[in-house]
């Protein structure tokens, strides 16, 4: 995939911004999340434990509790 079209435009995105990411995914590196939130400037980066690149399905109940919390 090219992604620099979205690559070029990060630092636009002023909106808050919840990055979770699978602290063991073995598709897409995790210091590829923790540049989403470096480059993004509002932007909060949680990692979970015990998931891989779907951790919306690996650990739902973690990640429903941190999209429940970051959208009240």
Do not use: C
Request: proline fraction near 6%; avoid cysteine; aromatic fraction near 8%.
């Amino acid at each position: 995939m090219n992604w620099s079209e979205v690559d070029r435009h990060l630092e636009k995105v002023h909106n808050e911004t919840l990055v979770i990411w699978g602290k063991d995914d073995r598709y897409i590196p995790i210091k590829f999340g923790q540049n989403l939130e470096a480059r993004l400037p509002n932007a909060r980066f949680v990692s979970i434990e015990n998931a891989g690149h779907l951790p919306h399905e690996e650990q739902p109940e973690r990640v429903n509790a941190l999209l429940l919390k970051f959208l009240q």
